[in-house]
């Protein structure tokens, strides 16, 4: 069964200093796509970034990258320069293909606040 | 750019009574789905639904749980009598041919039942 782990229930960073959120992930597949939400106060669902695990290289999107370590089976969240807008909660969530068709499976979530 | 909208955003109702949940998907999107997020817990999937037919559904979509997408743009997710745990924010998600791509959310209902 695939499980995804967050085991930060709550980080807090201050503004412009960077903060490395954790995700772990268990799975028997060789292809899956791994992502980071975001969900505000507004409880909007909202795709920060995305990773094929295929890719060796870490995606990037602007001050938000990861560090995907496929063999430990980990992907972490960094987000740089922090600013007061990044405080959400933040989900890892992962898919695979096959029979599930794209079904997400997310973590418990991660609570970030941001101090001025 | 094009959006995931839900409607409505808050819907408050009584145990026992029947709710239907719209969504109007991202136009050129063929894979949709129905999660729920209780308050305070971890988003889980509901079902999934591809060619106006059902794809997989979670141990928590019973009998009670039905979709339809009724006019090829609205997906509609119907509660048939309401239970006080059916409480929660309930988003839809799209995303288009390629069932890998990234699934985009709309901006969520939440259900009150009383």
């Known amino acids: 069964a695939q499980t995804v782990t967050q085991s930060q229930p709550e980080m807090s960073v201050q503004e412009a200093e960077t903060v490395t959120l954790s995700c772990t992930y268990d799975?028997?597949?060789?292809?899956?796509?791994l992502f980071w939400y975001k969900q505000p106060p507004s409880r909007q669902m909202i795709l920060v970034i995305r990773q094929e695990a295929y890719k060796q290289q870490n995606a990037t999107e602007n001050r938000f990258s990861v560090n995907f370590q496929k063999a430990a089976k980990s992907f972490s969240l960094k987000i740089s320069d922090s600013q007061l807008g990044d405080a959400a909660m933040y989900f890892c969530?992962?898919?695979?293909?096959?029979?599930?068709?794209?079904?997400?499976?997310f973590g418990r979530g991660t609570q970030l606040t941001v101090w001025p | 750019e094009p959006e995931v909208t839900q409607t409505p955003s808050h819907q408050v109702t009584q145990m026992g009574q029947e709710v239907i949940l719209r969504c109007v998907p991202i136009?050129?999107?063929?894979?949709f789905y129905w999660y729920r997020q209780i308050l305070g817990q971890k988003v889980e999937f509901l079902v999934s639904f591809y060619n106006n037919e059902i794809s997989e559904k979670s141990e928590i979509f019973d009998d009670q749980f039905s979709v339809e997408r009724p006019d090829g743009s609205n997906f509609t997710l119907k509660i048939r009598s309401t239970k006080l745990e059916d409480s929660a924010m309930y988003f839809c998600?799209?995303?288009?041919?390629?069932?890998?791509?990234?699934?985009?959310f709309g901006p969520g209902t939440r259900l009150t039942v009383l």
């Open positions: 998600a799209s995303h288009p041919t390629k069932f890998t791509d990234t699934q985009y």
């Open positions: 136009s050129n999107h063929l894979y």
């Open positions: 969530a992962y898919c695979t293909g096959g029979s599930t068709l794209g079904r997400l499976y």
């Open positions: 799975t028997s597949e060789s292809d899956y796509y």
